[in-house]
């Protein structure tokens, strides 16, 4: 009930015909496409400035088509849990059933985000790009990295009668679906928008922070406090880690008083490339618990070219191709609360916008260590010359 709280979601208005309910499966499918149908329509109005055009795409495709889609299901899961768990212990099936709804939900976010981010790029540029790569990051934090995993060990502690277990799981879950309090269903889903930026205004605030981070300048001792003050927050608030949990050792070769001309001009977009990077590096090792070190590089090459290097101790990707972490859907981090986007949307986002390259490399085809490094290419200031671009 969207007036019952400041942030809560508000329902388009939609004519008669377009609203949708989520009954059964047919009835999701008209979602999707109608949710579609809204994404592929989008363009820019001829008179429309930026910052209204941003205002008009959150409004109109991010949050509308986010709440047709995803929220429906969300919310009946959320209901259905705290229901149950507050009448009692499940049985195991049950629990396992809870994981499996909610990654599948996670799923449908991940194609849905995906359309979105294709408009919000050619619409919005590198803001939005940008935008929908830290969104992507966000939306399913709670059920991908609380309540599946969480469901599944319930699950696993009831089939092997381990009640100490069950018990522990069921607290934690009913306390990240809405707090130490007992509420109903609707105000337990409240909680959760607020708390997991899934908001309107926690939307609008990833735009706006976007804009400023790709032309915010500054130097490499600044680069640095912006990324630890932004990765402290996101370990905090979104992966709710202490920020001292890991170690990031911070190099680069170029000398202080070239910075302000080799540096500054692509400081801001430096500070976003690394700080999704970093978030990635910090979301895997945080679920896997290996890995605590990073090593983030900004390399002047002779070309005038900039190379942004981010190096993680963590558990690898085993005999996986690294070009698999680049494909939607099916990366890594989605094993361990992403949607499997974010790391597509910011190559695509390199690629298409500013000319650049991201690969990823085991670090054991490098010196034979744990892990892996991520390395982006960004152009000259004036471009490539054809050469040194093949």
Same mark, same amino acid.
């Given at each position: 009930?969207?007036?019952?709280?400041?942030?809560?979601?508000?329902?388009?208005?939609?004519?008669?015909?377009?609203?949708?309910?989520?009954?059964?499966?047919?009835?999701?499918?008209?979602?999707? /496409?109608?949710?579609?149908?809204?994404?592929?329509?989008?363009?820019?109005?001829?008179? %429309?400035?930026?910052?209204?055009?941003?205002?008009?795409?959150?409004?109109?495709?991010?949050?509308?088509?986010?709440?047709?889609?995803?929220?429906?299901?969300?919310?009946?899961?959320?209901?259905?849990?705290?229901?149950?768990? *507050?009448?009692?212990?499940?049985?195991?099936?049950?629990?396992?059933?809870?994981?499996?709804?909610?990654?599948?939900?996670?799923?449908?976010?991940?194609?849905?985000?995906?359309?979105?981010?294709?408009?919000?790029?050619?619409?919005?540029?590198?803001?939005?790009? &940008?935008? @929908?790569? *830290?969104?992507?990051?966000?939306?399913?934090?709670?059920?991908? @990295?609380?309540?599946?995993?969480?469901?599944?060990?319930?699950?696993?502690?009831?089939?092997?009668?381990?009640?100490?277990?069950?018990?522990? /799981?069921?607290?934690?879950?009913?306390?990240?679906?809405?707090?130490?309090?007992?509420?109903?269903?609707?105000?337990?889903?409240? !909680?959760?928008?607020?708390?997991?930026?899934?908001?309107?205004?926690? !939307?609008?605030?990833?735009?706006?922070?976007?804009?400023?981070?790709?032309?915010?300048?500054?130097?490499?001792?600044?680069?640095? /406090?912006?990324?630890?003050? $932004?990765?402290?927050?996101?370990?905090?608030?979104?992966?709710?880690?202490?920020?001292?949990?890991?170690?990031?050792? &911070?190099?680069?070769?170029?000398? %202080?008083?070239?910075?302000?001309?080799?540096?500054?001009?692509?400081?801001?977009?430096?500070?976003?490339?690394? /700080?999704?990077?970093?978030?990635?590096?910090?979301?895997? @090792?945080?679920?896997?618990?290996?890995?605590?070190?990073?090593?983030?590089?900004?390399?002047?090459?002779?070309?005038?070219?900039?190379?942004?290097?981010?190096?993680?101790?963590?558990?690898?990707?085993?005999?996986?191709?690294?070009?698999?972490?680049?494909?939607?859907? %099916?990366?890594?981090?989605?094993? &361990?609360?992403?949607?499997? @986007?974010?790391?597509?949307?910011? $190559?695509?986002?390199?690629?298409?916008? &500013?000319?650049?390259?991201?690969?990823?490399?085991?670090? *054991?085809?490098?010196?034979?260590?744990?892990?892996?490094?991520?390395?982006?290419?960004?152009?000259?200031?004036?471009?490539?010359?054809?050469?040194?671009?093949?």
């Amino acid at each position: 009930m969207p007036d019952e709280h400041p942030h809560s979601p508000e329902t388009p208005h939609a004519r008669p015909s377009e609203v949708v309910r989520h009954g059964n499966q047919v009835e999701k499918q008209q979602a999707d /496409a109608q949710a579609s149908s809204r994404i592929t329509t989008f363009t820019k109005n001829s008179d %429309e400035d930026a910052e209204k055009l941003q205002e008009r795409f959150i409004n109109e495709i991010l949050f509308p088509v986010i709440e047709w889609v995803i929220l429906p299901d969300a919310r009946d899961l959320v209901a259905d849990i705290t229901a149950s768990l *507050e009448q009692g212990m499940p049985d195991a099936a049950r629990a396992r059933g809870w994981g499996e709804r909610a990654f599948v939900i996670v799923g449908r976010m991940s194609h849905l985000l995906k359309e979105i981010q294709q408009a919000a790029s050619r619409n919005l540029g590198p803001v939005g790009a &940008f935008a @929908m790569s *830290e969104i992507a990051h966000h939306c399913p934090k709670f059920l991908h @990295m609380f309540i599946a995993p969480t469901c599944r060990s319930l699950a696993d502690a009831l089939k092997r009668g381990d009640t100490d277990g069950a018990q522990n /799981a069921r607290t934690i879950i009913l306390k990240e679906l809405g707090g130490a309090d007992v509420l109903p269903a609707q105000a337990r889903f409240q !909680f959760l928008l607020e708390k997991y930026f899934i908001t309107k205004l926690a !939307f609008t605030n990833r735009f706006e922070d976007a804009k400023q981070g790709i032309n915010a300048p500054g130097n490499f001792t600044r680069i640095v /406090a912006r990324l630890e003050r $932004r990765t402290g927050e996101l370990l905090r608030d979104v992966l709710q880690l202490e920020q001292h949990s890991y170690d990031v050792e &911070f190099i680069t070769n170029i000398p %202080e008083q070239q910075q302000e001309h080799d540096l500054i001009p692509r400081a801001g977009l430096t500070e976003e490339v690394l /700080a999704e990077l970093m978030l990635n590096a910090f979301k895997v @090792m945080e679920q896997t618990h290996k890995g605590s070190k990073l090593l983030v590089s900004v390399i002047l090459r002779k070309d005038g070219s900039m190379l942004l290097k981010v190096r993680d101790d963590g558990p690898g990707i085993g005999d996986r191709n690294p070009e698999e972490l680049f494909k939607a859907g %099916e990366t890594t981090t989605q094993r &361990f609360g992403g949607t499997g @986007m974010g790391l597509t949307f910011l $190559r695509e986002n390199i690629q298409d916008h &500013f000319g650049g390259f991201l690969d990823a490399q085991k670090n *054991e085809e490098i010196d034979e260590s744990p892990g892996m490094t991520f390395s982006c290419i960004l152009p000259p200031e004036g471009g490539w010359q054809q050469k040194n671009k093949q």
